[in-house]
């Protein structure tokens, strides 16, 4: 029940994601270098825009489109796990005090609780983890720009 929970939030997580930034959330399902010449030409003069961006001194505004886009994509997921991320944590204590009370009415409960509360902890610091990523992602997007578009 609980994975079924907690994929059921990945999911709404990744909804909304996709509808605050729907170019990344769609770019990665292009077949970049896979078939189509036009897509993967067209995914090269992205890649050597993105090389050229940092010595430009105006940014084109395709260019800039794909890049606020791909910002607001990871700004969304780091402020999305940073909610999960204290959600874990609060059910994490809620289950470590449920399981003092809950041991004297059925012996079984408390160490599952407990385990609970540490699968809830060990949960927020992959959260954590992402969220980092995320962050680091979002304000300086070129590195993993570049990547999508096949570099």
């Given at each position: 029940m609980t994975a079924l929970a907690f994929g059921?939030?990945?999911?709404?997580?990744?909804?909304i994601q996709g509808s605050l930034a729907p170019f990344s959330s769609l770019v990665s399902l292009l077949p970049i270098?896979?078939?189509d010449p036009a897509l993967t030409e067209s995914a090269g003069q992205i890649q050597h825009d993105l090389s050229e961006h940092q010595v430009l001194s105006r940014t084109p505004a395709p260019l800039g489109a794909i890049?606020?886009?791909?910002?607001?994509?990871h700004a969304v997921l780091a402020a999305q796990a940073a909610v999960l991320a204290v959600a874990l944590i609060?059910?994490?204590?809620?289950?470590?005090?449920?399981?003092?009370?809950?041991?004297?009415?059925?012996p079984?409960?408390?160490?599952?609780?407990r385990l609970l509360a540490t699968a809830f902890?060990?949960?927020?610091v992959i959260v954590l983890v992402v969220?980092?990523?995320n962050v680091?992602?979002?304000?300086?997007?070129?590195?993993?720009?570049?990547?999508?578009?096949?570099?």
């Open positions: 059921s939030v990945l999911v709404v997580m990744a909804t270098g896979h078939g890049i606020g886009d791909f910002q607001r994509y609060g059910l994490s204590v809620l289950m470590w005090r449920r399981s003092n009370t809950a041991g004297r009415a059925v079984r409960a408390k160490p599952l609780l902890a060990l949960f927020t969220d980092a990523a680091s992602t979002a304000l300086n997007p070129g590195p993993a720009l570049r990547l999508v578009f096949g570099g």
